[in-house]
């Protein structure tokens, strides 16, 4: 059998599994587990594949038809332009959550500014930021030692320097004003949301999907810890689910935040809400201060 043959073969595969892109999938699994680049399949179509490199190439697509994600089959993703390393020990980057990008572009003023990510799972939101604004002072929060071994794996291969600290939101942080910006791709997903049980959610780490409260718990958390270590004028960034921008606008306006707005990403759903931090805490004044003082252990 050659590579022409084989590609046929996966791409049929695919198509029967109902896979949206089998030719796309096809392609990007061949290239994947025989190590060359796409153009090579149609240029050397007619090259022979050893029995090896079969096995190898439909044990693939035997995972694939199986509904497990091509990301975590590639060990990665695309976002933002930047190449990724995914697995399972991290959500899969979506192209919706750029618009929390854009948006976090948009608000962080000019200068040598101050970021969290809260959640970063695989670094994706921070290191697209970072990859914008080199002069950012970036740092990023996940509660699971495994999902940040990934962001700091990526954020190596891609030149970038961040610090990374073990926390679950902004719990480990001093009360005061330090961030200019808080942004935050959290579970929002309802615990009894029967999309869990379809599609790529399936194989993701639950912990980072699933939030009680129908979904609202840590957006409600985050909006509470969030005011008090904004400096004054600072803004907060929250993705949520797309029939959820209601209630997080109210969760901002209860906490005390001005001009909230929510913002729809390229499907036209209700994706991103913002609010921005009027005033300092009482009794902090406003004074910025020059170190973030986490309380818990970092690596640059």
Not at 62 to 86: D, M, N, T, V
Not at 178 to 193: G, L, T
Request: aromatic share 6%; hydrophobic share 45%.
């Amino acid at each position: 059998m050659n590579l022409a043959a084989l590609l046929a073969e996966v791409r049929q595969r695919l198509k029967a599994a109902g896979i949206e892109a089998p030719g796309l999938e096809a392609r990007r699994l061949l290239a994947h587990a025989l190590g060359v680049d796409d153009a090579a399949l149609f240029a050397h179509g007619e090259r022979p594949v050893s029995v090896a490199d079969r096995e190898a190439v439909r044990a693939l697509v035997a995972a694939r038809e199986a509904g497990r994600p091509i990301a975590y089959l590639l060990g990665q993703r695309e976002f933002w332009s930047l190449p990724l390393q995914i697995d399972e020990r991290c959500l899969i980057p979506r192209p919706e959550t750029e618009l929390l990008v854009e948006r976090a572009l948009h608000r962080i003023p000019p200068g040598p500014r101050r970021v969290v990510d809260l959640g970063t799972g695989s670094g994706a939101v921070i290191l697209a930021l970072k990859s914008e604004r080199p002069d950012l002072e970036a740092w990023a929060t996940d509660f699971s030692a495994a999902a940040l071994a990934v962001a700091q794996a990526n954020a190596i291969a891609l030149g970038q320097r961040v610090h990374w600290l073990q926390a679950r939101w902004l719990g480990a942080f001093a009360p005061t004003p330090i961030f200019d910006a808080i942004v935050s791709n959290p579970p929002y997903v309802a615990p009894s949301d029967p999309h869990l049980d379809q599609g790529d959610l399936r194989y993701e780490p639950r912990a980072a999907l699933v939030a009680e409260d129908r979904g609202l718990a840590d957006l409600r958390m985050i909006a509470a810890e969030a005011r008090e270590r904004l400096y004054p004028g600072g803004w907060l960034l929250l993705e949520h689910g797309h029939t959820q921008g209601p209630a997080v606008r109210d969760l901002l306006q209860r906490r005390g935040f001005r001009e909230i707005a929510t913002h729809r990403d390229c499907a036209g759903l209700d994706r991103v809400s913002e609010g921005r931090c009027p005033n300092a805490p009482p009794g902090t004044g406003s004074q910025r201060h020059d170190w973030a003082n986490p309380t818990g252990p970092t690596t640059m």
